[in-house]
């Protein structure tokens, strides 16, 4: 799917992250798997992540994220119509993530539902809470991505259990008078599934009993080496743009490898990264908003930048936005 957003400008006007308060360090990692800080660092970049409390789950980290979001676009919790919690990692099967949270912030009259695209999850997100406004059937979309991948991690796997972390991001959508979302990229290839998974998970019932997440490293890294550039390229050029207009690039934060190699293929200028992926790991839906956080505590979104934000993961999904930047950011 691409298009530019032909409707209404519609921009994100609040933007919140929470993360757990305890951080595990690669040396820590060394005493669980057979691994160590030289190893993890120099293959990801990954130096630390935030790990989840046994009592925390995916609503306890929206909500302290959201609630920042929603201070911060001056948005009263009751005038939001629409929530979307992207995560691989909610609370439950049901009731949704994204009701629990509507009810825990106090939105009677919001639409709730969560969404399922891997890492991806919140580029999906943002997309269909675009399409929601500026077509008009809600007027302010609270879109959450965030996982506590550490959860559905088997933590004697050292190929996967190094990778991950834990953390989620919040943002308000909603109209403006200029600016605001340029369009949308998103794609899936379901026939490369098997490569990131969760087997048993879900209704097809699989022999091995162990519902942990699995992954065959080289496949995906070839994958996010691909897409990351070609989403770009082709929502960049459906834009009538080239990667010189855009002054934050904000890259999926899997590994500092990918990023690299995303960064020369496109041509982006070093300055213009933002990378995050050393203090958090890969918190999956969470990374995206994790990142722009991050970007937006340093001073680096100001109105009328341009951002461009390209998300990867299970599925195998991707998905690409731009957004001309319209909010102070305090
Ligand atoms: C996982 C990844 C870092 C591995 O890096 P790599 O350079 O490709 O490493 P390899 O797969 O070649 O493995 C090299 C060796 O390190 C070992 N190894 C794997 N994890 C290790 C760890 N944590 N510590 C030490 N050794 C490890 C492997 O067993 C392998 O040993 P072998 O050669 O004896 O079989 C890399 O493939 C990657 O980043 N893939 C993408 C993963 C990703 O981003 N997933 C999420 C997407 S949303």
């Known amino acids: 799917m691409i298009s530019r957003a032909n409707g209404r400008p519609i921009s994100i006007t609040g933007l919140g992250c929470h993360v757990p308060e305890r951080v595990l360090t690669n040396d820590e990692l060394a005493g669980i798997v057979e691994t160590s800080d030289e190893w993890i660092s120099s293959r990801t970049g990954i130096r630390e992540r935030r790990?989840?409390?046994?009592t925390e789950a995916m609503s306890d980290l929206s909500i302290p994220a959201s609630r920042r979001a929603l201070e911060m676009a001056g948005v009263a919790p009751a005038d939001i119509d629409l929530v979307i919690v992207a995560t691989v990692t909610p609370d439950m099967a049901f009731p949704a993530t994204a009701a629990l949270l509507a009810d825990e912030l106090g939105m009677p009259d919001a639409a709730a539902y969560d969404l399922s695209a891997g890492c991806t999850g919140f580029m999906y997100?943002?997309?269909q809470a675009y399409g929601m406004v500026a077509g008009g059937l809600a007027d302010r979309a609270l879109v959450v991505g965030g996982d506590v991948l550490s959860k559905i991690l088997d933590w004697t796997d050292r190929s996967t259990l190094v990778l991950f972390g834990d953390g989620a991001g919040a943002v308000v959508l909603e109209r403006v008078d200029r600016g605001g979302f340029l369009g949308f990229e998103l794609g899936?290839?379901?026939g490369g599934g098997e490569h990131l998974w969760l087997p048993g998970s879900g209704?097809?019932?699989f022999d091995d009993p162990d519902s942990f997440v699995k992954m065959n490293g080289?496949?995906?890294f070839k994958f996010a080496t691909r897409v990351l550039v070609t989403s770009a390229e082709k929502l960049l050029e459906q834009c009538g743009l080239t990667i010189d207009d855009v002054d934050v690039y904000v890259p999926h934060q899997a590994n500092v490898r990918i990023i690299d190699?995303?960064?020369r293929k496109l041509g982006v200028r070093e300055e213009r990264v933002v990378v995050n992926v050393d203090r958090y790991g890969n918190t999956s839906?969470?990374?995206?908003?994790?990142?722009?956080?991050d970007a937006a505590a340093d001073g680096r979104l100001k109105p009328g930048e341009l951002v461009l934000m390209t998300g990867m993961g299970a599925g195998l999904t991707w998905g690409s936005a731009l957004i001309e930047w319209t909010e102070e950011m305090v």
């Open 51 to 54: 790990i989840a409390a046994d």
């Open 125 to 127: 997100a943002i997309a």
């Open 188 to 190: 899936a290839d379901g």
């Open 203 to 205: 209704s097809r019932h």
């Open 218 to 220: 080289r496949e995906v």
């Open 261 to 263: 190699h995303a960064v």
């Open 285 to 293: 839906s969470g990374s995206i908003p994790l990142a722009l956080a």
